[in-house]
C-alpha cells in the first residue's frame, strides 16, 4: 500500500513539474517583458518628464527676473541680450518637455493597446491551473479506490487501543493477538518467575514488544528471558482497550460478586457474570 501512495505521490510531482514549467514558458517569460522592461521604461520616462518640467519651471523663473530687472536697468542692451538668451534656454527646455511628453503618451498608448495580450497571459495561467488540477483530480480519484481496498484488506492493523470487536472481525480470529500470544509466552517461559504481573519492565522492551504485537509478529525466543515485559504488554492492552473486557455494563455485578464472603456463591456469581459477556468477550476472557 506504501508503494502504491508513493508511486501516486510520483504522478503527482511529475504532474507538477510539467505545469510549472508550462506555466513559465506561456505565462512567466513574456510576462517577464511587461514587467522588466516597459513598465520600467514607462516610470523612467515619468521620472524623466518630470525632472524637464522643474527645469522649464526654473528657466521660466530665471527668464522672468531678468525680464523685470532689464526694465530697471540703465544698461539695457546687456540684460536684454541676457533675457533673450533665457528665454531661448527656457523655450529649449519647453521643447524637451513636449519631446518626452509625446514619448511618455506613446509609451502609455502602446501599453494600453497590449492589455489584450497581458489578458490572454492570464487566461492561459487559468487554463494551464485548470488542467493540472483535472489531471490530478482524475489521478487521484483512480487510485483512491485501490488505496481503500487495501487498506480494508489490510489484516495486520493495530490493535491496542482498538475494540476487541474491530480487531476480532479485521483479523478474522476469536481471540485477540496480543491476548493469544502473551498468554502463550507466558505459559511457556513465565510460569515460575517470582513478581509476575507486580515487577514493571524495562519501558524499551515494553514498548518494542507492543510494537510487535501489533504488527502481529513476535518471536517468542526473544523475549522468553523476559516474562515481566510479557505481562506489561498483557496488562497494557487490556488497559488501553476502549470498553474493558469485562465490560461497562457488568460492572456492578462483577463488584456485588468480588464482596459475597462465602466462597461457592461467590464462585457462582461470578460464573453467571460471566454468562452475560458478550460472546467476544467470553472467549477472550475464559
Given at each position: 500500500?506504501?508503494?502504491?501512495?508513493?508511486?501516486?505521490?510520483?504522478?503527482?510531482?511529475?504532474?507538477?513539474?510539467?505545469?510549472?514549467?508550462?506555466?513559465?514558458?506561456?505565462?512567466?517569460?513574456?510576462?517577464?517583458?511587461?514587467?522588466?522592461?516597459?513598465?520600467?521604461?514607462?516610470?523612467?520616462?515619468?521620472?524623466?518628464?518630470?525632472?524637464?518640467?522643474?527645469?522649464?519651471?526654473?528657466?521660466?523663473?530665471?527668464?522672468?527676473?531678468?525680464?523685470?530687472?532689464?526694465?530697471?536697468?540703465?544698461?539695457?542692451?546687456?540684460?536684454?541680450?541676457?533675457?533673450?538668451?533665457?528665454?531661448?534656454?527656457?523655450?529649449?527646455?519647453?521643447?524637451?518637455?513636449?519631446?518626452?511628453?509625446?514619448?511618455?503618451?506613446?509609451?502609455?498608448?502602446?501599453?494600453?493597446?497590449?492589455?489584450?495580450?497581458?489578458?490572454?497571459?492570464?487566461?492561459?495561467?487559468?487554463?494551464?491551473?485548470?488542467?493540472?488540477?483535472?489531471?490530478?483530480?482524475?489521478?487521484?480519484?483512480?487510485?483512491?479506490?485501490?488505496?481503500?481496498?487495501?487498506?480494508?484488506?489490510?489484516?495486520?492493523?493495530?490493535?491496542?487501543?482498538?475494540?476487541?470487536?474491530?480487531?476480532?472481525?479485521?483479523?478474522?480470529?476469536?481471540?485477540?493477538?496480543?491476548?493469544?500470544?502473551?498468554?502463550?509466552?507466558?505459559?511457556?517461559?513465565?510460569?515460575?518467575?517470582?513478581?509476575l504481573f507486580r515487577v514493571a519492565p524495562s519501558a524499551s522492551k515494553l514498548k518494542k514488544l507492543k510494537a510487535a504485537l501489533d504488527?502481529?509478529?513476535?518471536?517468542?525466543?526473544?523475549?522468553?528471558?523476559?516474562?515481566?515485559?510479557?505481562?506489561?504488554?498483557?496488562?497494557?492492552?487490556?488497559?488501553?482497550?476502549?470498553?474493558?473486557?469485562?465490560?461497562?455494563?457488568?460492572?456492578?455485578?462483577?463488584?456485588?460478586?468480588?464482596?459475597?464472603?462465602?466462597?461457592?456463591?461467590?464462585?457462582?456469581?461470578?460464573?453467571?457474570?460471566?454468562?452475560?459477556?458478550?460472546?467476544?468477550?467470553?472467549?477472550?476472557?475464559?
Amino acid at each position: 500500500m506504501l508503494k502504491l501512495c508513493g508511486e501516486t505521490e510520483d504522478k503527482l510531482a511529475q504532474e507538477l513539474i510539467h505545469f510549472e514549467l508550462q506555466v513559465e514558458r506561456d505565462v512567466i517569460e513574456p510576462l517577464f517583458l511587461l514587467a522588466e522592461v516597459e513598465i520600467p521604461n514607462i516610470q523612467k520616462q515619468r521620472k524623466h518628464l518630470a525632472k524637464l518640467v522643474l527645469d522649464m519651471d526654473s528657466s521660466r523663473t530665471r527668464w522672468q527676473q531678468t525680464s523685470k530687472s532689464s526694465g530697471l536697468s540703465s544698461s539695457l542692451q546687456p540684460a536684454g541680450a541676457k533675457a533673450d538668451a533665457l528665454r531661448e534656454e527656457m523655450e529649449e527646455a519647453a521643447n524637451r518637455v513636449e519631446i518626452c511628453r509625446d514619448q511618455l503618451s506613446a509609451d502609455m498608448y502602446s501599453f494600453v493597446a497590449k492589455e489584450i495580450d497581458y489578458a490572454n497571459y492570464f487566461q492561459t495561467l487559468i487554463e494551464v491551473q485548470a488542467e493540472y488540477h483535472r489531471k490530478s483530480l482524475t489521478l487521484l480519484q483512480a487510485v483512491l479506490p485501490q488505496i481503500k481496498a487495501q487498506q480494508e484488506a489490510w489484516v495486520e492493523k493495530p490493535s491496542f487501543g482498538k475494540p476487541l470487536e474491530e480487531h476480532l472481525m479485521i483479523s478474522g480470529r476469536e481471540i485477540a493477538f496480543p491476548i493469544e500470544a502473551c498468554v502463550t509466552m507466558l505459559l511457556e517461559c513465565g510460569m515460575q518467575e517470582e513478581g509476575l504481573f507486580r515487577v514493571a519492565p524495562s519501558a524499551s522492551k515494553l514498548k518494542k514488544l507492543k510494537a510487535a504485537l501489533d504488527c502481529c509478529v513476535v518471536d517468542i525466543q526473544e523475549y522468553s528471558a523476559d516474562p515481566h515485559a510479557i505481562a506489561g504488554a498483557l496488562k497494557s492492552y487490556l488497559r488501553e482497550l476502549p470498553e474493558p473486557l469485562m465490560t461497562f455494563e457488568l460492572y456492578d455485578e462483577w463488584i456485588q460478586a468480588s464482596n459475597i464472603q462465602e466462597q461457592d456463591k461467590k464462585l457462582q456469581a461470578l460464573w453467571n457474570a460471566c454468562e452475560k459477556l458478550p460472546k467476544a468477550n467470553h472467549n477472550n476472557i475464559r
